[in-house]
């Protein structure tokens, strides 16, 4: 999968991997990132709305399926397709959810939302630590890049909401190193800020982190 942000190959530790580990080199980079990113406070939330951010979902790839779909494909094992979509439209699979450690089986339909894809930056932390300067275009590619997009379990992305690290981390405490770690690349690729909180316990939470070669 290729980050939007940054145009090369963006690896986090898949949902299988124990204890969720990070490399050495990606450890590395996530502590330069956050000595980077300016320190300040949130800006207002004035006019914050999902529609600033671009139509839900776009297929800004082109490649026929809304990005939705592209993050199921991508997250999930086990897939069946809709009939017809092309092997586009998730019909049902299996999630090893990284925020809980459950294990999720996902059905389209009245039980979907079981299964939901998180902006791991939240679109409204995004719009006060920066983003409600940017173009249409940037907020749009910022929504859909699939660095910051995961699929999770949907309990745990309602109870996340718009928090940023410093009032939410994934339940599950062998993923928070690697989700700091990814909030870190986002953050840094689009120039957003963190306030101080959020980058005291970032630090925090990258101290605590496994690494592996």
């Known amino acids: 999968m290729v980050a939007a942000a940054t145009g090369v190959p963006y690896v986090v530790a898949h949902a299988r991997a124990a204890r969720y580990p990070v490399s050495t080199a990606e450890l590395a980079r996530a502590t330069r990132?956050?000595?980077?990113?300016?320190?300040?406070?949130?800006?207002?939330?004035?006019?914050?709305?999902?529609?600033?951010?671009?139509?839900?979902?776009?297929?800004?790839?082109h490649n026929g399926c809304d990005t939705r779909n592209d993050v199921l494909?991508?997250?999930?094992?086990?897939?069946?397709?809709?009939?017809?979509?092309?092997?586009?439209?998730?019909?049902?699979?299996?999630?090893?959810?990284p925020y809980t450690g459950r294990t999720i089986d996902f059905?389209?339909?009245?039980g979907s939302a079981?299964?939901?894809i998180?902006?791991?930056?939240?679109?409204?932390?995004?719009w006060q630590t920066g983003a409600q300067d940017w173009?249409?275009?940037?907020?749009?590619?910022?929504?859909?890049d699939p660095a910051n997009l995961l699929a999770v379990d949907g309990p745990a992305n309602q109870d996340k909401s718009a928090d940023d690290a410093s009032t939410w981390l994934p339940p599950n405490p062998g993923y928070r190193c690697a989700y700091v770690v990814r909030q870190l690349r986002v953050k840094s690729?689009?120039?957003?800020?963190?306030?101080?909180?959020?980058h005291d316990t970032m630090a925090r939470t990258l101290r605590t982190c496994v690494t592996v070669p």
């Open 33 to 61: 990132e956050l000595a980077d990113l300016p320190v300040r406070d949130r800006a207002p939330s004035d006019g914050y709305t999902r529609e600033q951010f671009g139509q839900a979902w776009e297929d800004v790839d």
């Open 73 to 97: 494909r991508r997250d999930l094992e086990n897939l069946t397709y809709k009939q017809g979509s092309g092997d586009c439209t998730v019909a049902s699979g299996v999630l090893r959810d």
């Open 107 to 110: 059905r389209r339909g009245a």
């Open 114 to 116: 079981a299964v939901q």
């Open 118 to 126: 998180d902006h791991v930056v939240a679109l409204a932390d995004a």
């Open 135 to 144: 173009p249409a275009a940037t907020r749009l590619a910022f929504a859909n």
């Open 189 to 198: 690729a689009y120039g957003l800020w963190v306030t101080r909180a959020e």
